[in-house]
């Protein structure tokens, strides 16, 4: 294929409202990493949009909302505030370290918007056993907060419990958030939630003394409650951080995880596998509730409220963190998105066509890459996504692999140029990391690295710039990019 002028087959994608919700989680994730290390005290935000008490569920910490201080300012028994969650909520309230709002129905989750119940102003999602499907720009919101390091407490219940009737239930809708979001939907917390209606059973804690979750300020973890729900299925293999913590009789390792915890980008993930362990029997008059906060044969009371400290970033319950789960420690993690490219078109805002699978090209592993360039005649082309490199983090480096094949012959003219980027949430060239052109053609990829530890605790937009002349191609393909913290 060298030196040839070739026709561009790519994928044809409709990339201008991915474009669109990349461009704006750029200014969201911007927006979220100014705002949020301010953040005292821990700041939890509990959803009520999406038919948590439809049916006898009645999953809310008050009837007052937002803010369940207008019922009780001053909250000392689980009764002071109505609602089957009122025990979890006021056992956060004592504490003093933590501010605690509820999303009202008819609301809608968002990241980077103006209203107070903002995801950006908050250290920690909980979804309470949702009962309708999330929206696109609403799992855009979840999966940018999370990326960009806030903490977020997933609660199903078993499959079947379609408590409004929709069509769908919490396994399902949770299933839809992680697999089918603009953000990252090729497994992006490493765990999938099983079909599953399991009846009974307390399941148990690994040993692992290490634990923030399982040994937290609020107590120790020894076992669960299963009243009617699920479990689920490990792949670390794709998220290597997803650990199971407690598991189903009979179960350990990738299968029967009844808790487990991940992390996404710089923030925390926590999976409960049934609704009834937070249920403290006090809803509001007419719903069936069962006492599980309570139950004599778990800890369930620990184990919420550990989760919550973990998940909001806190170290201890001594109070004042600052913010967006995980900035006041670092998580090894790798932060890009769709990395490898193999979602196609998300997660990246491109000019057209640069995503593909097409056969003119080769990836270097899987089936897509990005290539941009290769018409033999002027014309630019760009690639770019948006991340925030966690403050607590000392190492940083991307990488990524890059091909270039080319149709001049000069050995001393870049007609051809290839330039790597850093910008900020003002379009502001940073740094330009590199520049490549046709006199750097070569066969096959080779991986390219940068230290970007110099811009922890910032926000910033990787750009690749491909400009191409008015004749002879060149092409620009690049595959299995990565930025690396820990």
């Not at 956060?92 to 709002?101: A, C, P, R, V």
């Not at 995880?257 to 029997?281: E, H, K, M, N, Y």
């Not at 599980?292 to 963190?321: K, M, P, R, Y």
Request: with cysteine; proline share 3%; glycine share 12%.
């Amino acid at each position: 294929m060298l030196g040839l002028t070739r026709p561009r087959h790519r994928l044809t994608t409709v990339l201008t409202v991915c474009g669109l919700l990349a461009t704006g989680a750029a200014v969201q994730a911007t927006t979220a990493a100014t705002e949020a290390h301010a953040a005292t005290p821990h700041r939890v935000l509990f959803d009520n949009a999406h038919a948590e008490t439809a049916g006898n569920a009645d999953w809310i910490i008050s009837t007052s909302q937002p803010d369940p201080l207008g019922q009780d300012s001053t909250p000392s028994a689980e009764t002071d505030w109505t609602g089957a969650l009122s025990s979890w909520g006021v056992a956060l309230q004592k504490t003093g370290n933590y501010s605690l709002k509820t999303l009202p129905s008819g609301s809608s989750l968002s990241y980077g918007g103006s209203s107070s119940l903002d995801l950006k102003n908050f250290d920690t999602l909980v979804l309470p056993e949702p009962n309708t499907l999330f929206t696109s720009a609403e799992k855009t919101a979840i999966m940018n907060f999370v990326k960009n390091g806030g903490g977020l407490f997933m609660i199903s219940d078993h499959t079947g419990a379609d408590r409004n009737n929709d069509g769908n239930d919490a396994v399902e809708i949770l299933n839809d958030l992680m697999t089918n979001n603009s953000v990252d939907s090729t497994d992006p917390f490493g765990f999938s939630i099983d079909s599953l209606n399991i009846t009974s059973g307390y399941p148990a804690a690994i040993s692992d003394s290490t634990d923030p979750v399982l040994h937290g300020s609020f107590g120790t973890v020894t076992k669960s409650l299963i009243a009617n729900g699920t479990t689920a299925t490990l792949k670390p293999s794709d998220n290597s951080s997803v650990k199971g913590l407690l598991y189903r009789s009979g179960y350990s390792g990738n299968t029967g995880a009844f808790f487990l915890t991940s992390s996404f980008g710089s923030g925390r993930v926590a999976f409960w596998g049934d609704s009834s362990p937070i249920d403290d029997g006090t809803g509001q008059s007419g719903n069936t509730l069962y006492d599980g906060w309570n139950d004599s044969g778990a800890t369930n009371a620990a184990l919420a409220l550990n989760a919550t400290e973990w998940l909001s970033g806190a170290s201890g319950s001594s109070g004042g963190g600052t913010g967006g789960g995980g900035s006041t420690s670092c998580t090894a993690a790798q932060l890009l998105g769709n990395n490898g490219f193999e979602s196609g078109s998300t997660t990246w805002t491109t000019s057209s066509g640069v995503i593909t699978n097409s056969s003119s090209e080769s990836p270097r592993t899987g089936s897509y890459y990005a290539w941009l360039d290769g018409y033999g005649s002027a014309h630019t082309d760009t690639l770019s996504q948006t991340v925030t490199v966690p403050s607590a983090c000392t190492s940083a480096t991307l990488s990524f692999y890059l091909h270039i094949d080319t149709a001049e012959t000069t050995t001393s003219t870049a007609y051809d140029t290839l330039k790597v980027q850093l910008l900020n949430s003002s379009g502001t060239v940073l740094s330009t990391l590199a520049t490549y052109s046709n006199l750097n053609a070569a066969g096959g990829y080779t991986q390219r690295s940068f230290n970007l530890a110099g811009y922890a605790g910032q926000t910033v937009t990787l750009k690749f710039t491909g400009t191409e002349g008015s004749s002879l191609e060149t092409s620009f393909v690049l595959d299995d990019t990565a930025l690396n913290v820990s």
